[in-house]
């Protein structure tokens, strides 16, 4: 079976992940921050890989540049997803 195209980057971080042996659990301060957040009247959920990003980042495996060049790819790849979906 063929990957989708939103697997190739979730793949991709899922493997990096691995490797540095970084998980998608969110500690204290992505709690406090998803707090903040939703007391401000914002709804922002991250999915697993978008946490893994941000995981991969604070844990010093990706910089700024990279977690924004993957993030970008899997957002745009997963809303190419949905509209192939939706046709």
């Given at each position: 079976m063929a990957?989708?195209?939103t697997d190739s980057v979730a793949s991709e971080v899922r493997k990096l992940a691995k490797k540095h042996k970084v998980g998608a659990e969110r500690d204290g301060l992505s709690r406090m921050a998803l707090t903040i957040t939703?007391?401000?009247g914002d709804?922002?959920?991250l999915d697993s890989v978008e946490?893994?990003?941000?995981n991969l980042k604070r844990k010093g495996v990706l910089n700024k540049a990279e977690i924004m060049t993957l993030q970008g790819r899997y957002l745009q790849e997963k809303r190419r997803s949905k509209e192939q979906l939706r046709a």
């Open positions: 990957e989708s195209a939703r007391l401000a709804a922002v959920e946490q893994l990003l941000v």
